[in-house]
C-alpha cells in the first residue's frame, strides 16, 4: 500500500511539474471537461457542485483525491441518485454522485444492509475509520442514477458542510473561451421611475464588438430609480454546455455596484437561487441574472446594493447619479481567468411630458404640445392612420400659439400619435381621436388576463382597436369605486396594477371603460378570485361545486396574492385517468414563497393533482390521500384532479451486459420495465424476491424500469423473480418471471 501510494505521489508531482500546483488529485481520469459548473441556477436551489462528462460511459473509476474515510453514503431514485461523501485528511468532503456502483467493501455492506432491512434506499452515516482511502484509491464508479445522463457529479465541502467551488484555489480548468453576454435587463423600481417611456422592465440585447467585448447600440434614457440584470453564460469551449460564470461585476462610471463571485454558500441558502434570477422564457438567454440584492439574499460572495437613483432621495447603499451620460460596464470572467465586457450607456433626466393632444371641433385640425422638465428642446412628430392604425402617414406641424398645429384629413375614425422627443433622445408618446362620442354598446371589445406580481396583481388588457384616451379601471370597495393605476404598454395594450391593499380575498371585480379611436365606448367586467396568503396563513378556495380546498401559505417573505380561477382545457387527458374537476388555473410570484404553497384538500384516495406541462402534457403533482391530505404547489399553472384506478404494467424482465465494478455484483443488471401513464410509480413501494427470497431492487425514474443488482456469489441456475409495484395513488401489480442466472 505504501509503495503504490508514493507512485501515485509521484505522479502527482510530474504533473504539477507542468501545470501550477493543485490541493487535490482530479477525480476521474482522462480530459477535464464539465456540462455544469459550480452555483448554477436549478430548480429551487444552487447547483453546489461542477458535473464531469464522461461521454455517454457508464462505470469510469472515481478517485480518492485525497486520504480519507468514507462518512456517508447515500442511496436514493432521485436527486444525487447514489451518493459517497469522502471526509478527506484536511477536515473538507468530497461528494461523488449519480454513482452507479461503489467499492467491493461498501457494495456488500450497502447491499446486505439494505437486504436485512427490507429496503430499496438508505442513508447511512458511517464510522469514521470503517472505509478508508488513499488517494488515488478507486471509490466508485460513475453512473446516471438520479439522472437524465450519464456523468459525476462532484462537490467539495468545507468542515461546515458548506459547498465550495472545486475551481478556486483547488483545480485549474483548460479553458481558452470567453463568457457569453447576451442581454441587458433595466428594471425600474418604485413610482416615477421610468426606462425608456416604459413603467415596466425593458430588455435590450448586445452587440459583438469583439471577441469579448459586446456593447449596446444605442443610449439608455432612465429617470428615477433602477437596477440591472444580465443574460450571461460560460462555455468551456468543446461543447454546447452552458454554464455560470465564476465572477460577474457591474460598475457605474467605474465604481461597484454589485458583485457576484460564486465561492460558497450553505445549503440553507440554497434556495435563495430564486432570488436572483428574473426567468422570461426558456433557455439560457431568457434567463437573467439580477445585478441587485433583493431582500433575503444572505449569500457572503455577493457584495452590493446594485440600486441606483437620480433623486436626493437614495438610501444607504444606492449610487445617487446626476443628471446627464453615465457608462455602465458589466464584467464577467470564468474560473479561468477569461473575460467579457459588456458596455452599455444611459441618460439620466427627465422625461418629456405631452401636454396638449387633441382634435379641434370646430376644424379638420389638431394642436399637440409637449415640454421637457429639465428645460431642453422639444421636437414633435405627428402621424395620423385612417384604417385603425395599420399604417400611419406623417401630419406636417405648424407652429400655433404655444402650440403646434397639423391639418389633418377629416377622417372621423382616425387615430392620431404624436411623438414627443426631447434634445437627449427621450421619447413620450400618446394616441388620440375624434371629440365624437357615439351611443352604441359592444363596439369595442378587449380580453383581460391577469397574473401575480409581488405586491399584488397586473391585469393586462388587449384591446381590438385603440384607445383615444387610457381606460379607466375600478373596483367596487365599501359602497364606492376604488380606481386601479393603469399604464398604457402600446397602441392596443394596457396594464392596471392593484396592490394588495386594494385588494380583498375571494372574488374581485375589475370594471374596464374607455372609448376607442371612432368614439365607440369599451365596457367590459372581469371577475377574478384572489387570495392573500402570509405565513402559516389559509384561505378556502373554489374549484368545483364538489371539492372544497383551501391554500395555505408555509413561509411568505410578505403578503402574496395568489389567483385561483377556471382555466381552459390545454390538452388530452391520459388514457386510464378521469376527471375528478375542470381544469383550473393557479398563479402567483414565486420569489414570494420561501417554501411551496400547499393545496389543502380531501379528494378521496385515488385522485391525484396534476399539472399542465407544454413539452410532456399532464404530469402527477401528488395524491392528497397518500401524503396527509395537502401538496406542494411547485408553480404557477393549469392544475386538474384526475381520478386513477388503473395499476401500472410490469414488462419481461431482461438482462443488461454491464462493466465489471468492484467485482461484488456480476457483471450484468436484470430489469423490468414498467408502464404507468397514470400518477406514477411509488419509488418506495418496490419489492423483487429470487425464488421466494426478498432482494435488494431500485427504481429508475428517468428510465422507467425497475432494475436488480445480481450479487456474484449466486449460481448460476434458473431462478423464479417475483416483482411487485405501486403507483402513487395504491394501485398495486404483482408479476412473476423465470429465467436463468449466468
Known amino acids: 500500500m505504501k509503495r503504490r501510494k508514493a507512485i501515485v505521489c509521484a505522479i502527482i508531482l510530474l504533473f504539477a511539474s507542468t501545470a501550477a500546483a493543485e490541493v487535490y488529485l482530479w477525480p476521474f481520469h482522462g480530459s477535464r471537461r464539465l456540462s455544469s459548473s459550480f452555483s448554477e441556477f436549478r430548480s429551487g436551489h444552487f447547483h453546489a457542485g461542477i458535473d464531469l462528462r464522461s461521454f455517454g460511459a457508464i462505470g469510469l473509476p472515481c478517485l480518492a483525491i485525497s486520504d480519507g474515510c468514507a462518512s456517508r453514503v447515500r442511496i436514493s431514485h432521485s436527486g444525487y441518485g447514489k451518493a459517497l461523501y469522502m471526509r478527506l485528511s484536511d477536515g473538507n468532503t468530497a461528494v461523488y454522485a449519480h454513482l452507479d456502483g461503489f467499492s467491493a467493501s461498501l457494495d456488500s455492506f450497502l447491499w446486505y444492509y439494505r437486504k436485512g432491512k427490507g429496503v430499496s434506499w438508505c442513508d447511512l452515516t458511517l464510522d469514521g475509520g470503517r472505509f478508508c482511502f488513499d488517494v488515488g484509491d478507486t471509490l466508485c464508479w460513475s453512473g446516471e442514477t438520479g439522472t437524465t445522463a450519464p456523468h459525476l457529479h462532484f462537490e467539495l465541502r468545507d468542515s461546515s458542510q458548506r459547498p465550495l467551488n472545486p475551481l478556486e484555489g483547488f483545480y485549474h480548468l483548460p479553458d481558452e473561451t470567453a463568457p457569453m453576454i447576451s442581454g441587458l435587463e433595466v428594471i425600474p423600481r418604485g413610482e416615477g421611475s421610468i426606462v425608456d417611456g416604459s413603467r415596466f422592465p425593458r430588455f435590450y440585447l448586445f452587440r459583438a464588438s469583439g471577441r469579448e467585448n459586446y456593447e449596446l447600440a444605442d443610449t439608455l434614457h432612465l429617470d428615477g430609480s433602477f437596477s440591472f440584470a444580465v443574460s450571461t453564460w460560460d462555455e468551456q469551449g468543446f461543447s454546447r454546455y452552458h454554464m455560470a460564470p465564476y465572477d460577474i461585476e457591474i460598475l457605474i462610471d467605474g465604481a461597484p455596484l454589485y458583485h457576484i463571485r460564486n465561492s460558497i454558500f450553505s445549503y440553507a441558502q440554497s434556495g435563495e437561487v430564486d432570488l436572483e434570477y428574473d426567468i422570461v422564457g426558456k433557455g439560457s438567454s431568457q434567463r437573467y441574472t439580477l445585478l441587485y440584492r433583493k431582500e433575503g439574499v444572505s449569500r457572503p460572495d455577493r457584495t452590493g446594493q446594485g440600486i441606483i437613483d437620480s433623486s436626493a432621495n437614495g438610501k444607504n447603499g444606492v449610487i445617487i447619479l446626476e443628471r446627464g451620460i453615465h457608462r455602465g460596464e458589466i464584467s464577467i470572467i470564468d474560473a479561468s481567468g477569461n473575460r467579457s465586457e459588456g458596455i452599455f450607456f444611459f441618460s439620466i433626466h427627465d422625461h418629456p411630458v405631452i401636454t396638449e393632444a387633441r382634435?379641434?371641433?370646430?376644424?379638420?385640425?389638431?394642436?399637440?404640445?409637449?415640454?421637457?422638465?429639465?428645460?431642453?428642446?422639444?421636437?414633435?412628430?405627428?402621424?395620423?392612420?385612417?384604417?385603425?392604425?395599420?399604417?400611419?402617414?406623417?401630419?406636417?406641424?405648424?407652429?400655433?400659439?404655444?402650440?403646434?398645429?397639423?391639418?389633418?384629413?377629416?377622417?372621423?375614425?382616425?387615430?392620431?400619435?404624436?411623438?414627443?422627443?426631447?434634445?437627449?433622445?427621450?421619447?413620450?408618446?400618446?394616441?388620440?381621436?375624434?371629440?365624437?362620442?357615439?351611443?352604441?354598446?359592444?363596439?369595442?371589445?378587449?380580453?383581460?388576463?391577469?397574473?401575480?406580481?409581488?405586491?399584488?396583481?397586473?391585469?393586462?388588457?388587449?384591446?381590438?382597436?385603440?384607445?383615444?384616451?387610457?381606460?379607466?379601471?375600478?373596483?367596487?370597495?365599501?359602497?364606492?369605486?376604488?380606481?386601479?393605476?393603469?399604464?398604457?404598454?402600446?397602441?392596443?395594450?394596457?396594464?392596471?396594477?392593484?396592490?394588495?391593499?386594494?385588494?380583498?380575498?375571494?372574488?374581485?371585480?375589475f370594471r374596464i371603460e374607455g372609448f376607442d379611436h371612432r368614439g365607440f365606448p369599451l365596457i367590459r367586467t372581469e371577475a377574478f378570485r384572489i387570495y392573500l396568503l402570509r405565513s402559516q396563513s389559509e384561505a378556502n378556495i373554489v374549484i368545483s361545486d364538489t371539492l372544497e380546498a383551501s391554500l395555505r401559505g408555509q413561509a411568505v417573505s410578505a403578503e402574496a396574492a395568489v389567483v385561483v380561477n377556471?382555466?381552459?382545457?390545454?390538452?388530452?387527458?391520459?388514457?386510464?385517468?378521469?376527471?375528478?374537476?375542470?381544469?383550473?388555473?393557479?398563479?402567483?410570484?414565486?420569489?414570494?414563497?420561501?417554501?411551496?404553497?400547499?393545496?389543502?384538500?380531501?379528494?378521496?384516495?385515488?385522485?391525484?393533482?396534476?399539472?399542465?406541462?407544454?413539452?410532456?402534457?399532464?404530469?402527477?403533482?401528488?395524491?392528497?390521500?397518500?401524503?396527509?391530505?395537502?401538496?406542494?404547489?411547485?408553480?404557477?399553472?393549469?392544475?386538474?384532479?384526475?381520478?386513477?384506478?388503473?395499476?401500472?404494467?410490469?414488462?419481461?424482465?431482461?438482462?443488461?451486459?454491464?462493466?465489471?465494478?468492484?467485482?461484488?455484483?456480476?457483471?450484468?443488471?436484470?430489469?423490468?420495465?414498467?408502464?404507468?401513464?397514470?400518477?406514477?410509480?411509488?419509488?418506495?413501494?418496490?419489492?423483487?424476491y429470487l425464488d421466494g427470497e426478498r432482494v435488494v431492487c431500485e427504481w429508475d425514474e428517468f428510465r422507467k424500469r425497475l432494475y436488480m443488482p445480481v450479487p456474484a456469489f449466486l449460481p448460476p441456475e434458473y431462478v423464479k423473480l417475483r416483482a411487485e409495484i405501486s403507483d402513487r395513488s395504491g394501485n398495486r401489480t404483482v408479476e412473476e418471471f423465470g429465467f436463468m442466472l449466468k
Do not use: Q
Open 566 to 688: 377556471a382555466a381552459r382545457f390545454p390538452g388530452s387527458i391520459p388514457e386510464g385517468l378521469k376527471p375528478v374537476t375542470s381544469a383550473f388555473s393557479i398563479d402567483f410570484c414565486e420569489e414570494s414563497f420561501r417554501r411551496p404553497m400547499k393545496l389543502v384538500c380531501d379528494t378521496g384516495r385515488k385522485t391525484a393533482l396534476f399539472l399542465w406541462e407544454e413539452d410532456e402534457g399532464w404530469s402527477c403533482v401528488g395524491v392528497p390521500a397518500m401524503e396527509g391530505g395537502s401538496v406542494d404547489i411547485p408553480e404557477s399553472g393549469i392544475y386538474i384532479f384526475l381520478y386513477d384506478g388503473l395499476p401500472p404494467v410490469i414488462r419481461h424482465a431482461a438482462l443488461e451486459e454491464r462493466y465489471a465494478g468492484s467485482g461484488f455484483f456480476k457483471p450484468y443488471i436484470c430489469y423490468l420495465p414498467v408502464d404507468e401513464t397514470g400518477s406514477g410509480i411509488d419509488p418506495w413501494s418496490a419489492e423483487t
Open 359 to 509: 382634435v379641434l371641433e370646430a376644424a379638420p385640425e389638431a394642436i399637440v404640445s409637449a415640454v421637457d422638465p429639465d428645460g431642453g428642446e422639444v421636437t414633435g412628430r405627428l402621424f395620423e392612420s385612417i384604417d385603425g392604425g395599420n399604417e400611419y402617414s406623417a401630419v406636417p406641424l405648424t407652429p400655433f400659439g404655444i402650440f403646434l398645429k397639423g391639418d389633418l384629413s377629416g377622417t372621423v375614425d382616425a387615430i392620431y400619435r404624436y411623438e414627443a422627443i426631447d434634445d437627449e433622445g427621450a421619447r413620450a408618446v400618446e394616441f388620440f381621436g375624434t371629440p365624437v362620442t357615439r351611443g352604441e354598446r359592444d363596439s369595442t371589445f378587449c380580453e383581460a388576463d391577469i397574473r401575480a406580481v409581488e405586491d399584488g396583481v397586473v391585469i393586462d388588457i388587449t384591446t381590438d382597436r385603440i384607445a383615444k384616451s387610457d381606460l379607466s379601471v375600478t373596483r367596487p370597495a365599501e359602497g364606492s369605486l376604488r380606481k386601479i393605476e393603469v399604464i398604457r404598454t402600446g397602441p392596443l395594450t394596457f396594464s392596471a396594477i392593484a396592490r394588495n391593499k386594494e385588494l380583498k380575498n375571494g372574488l374581485n371585480i
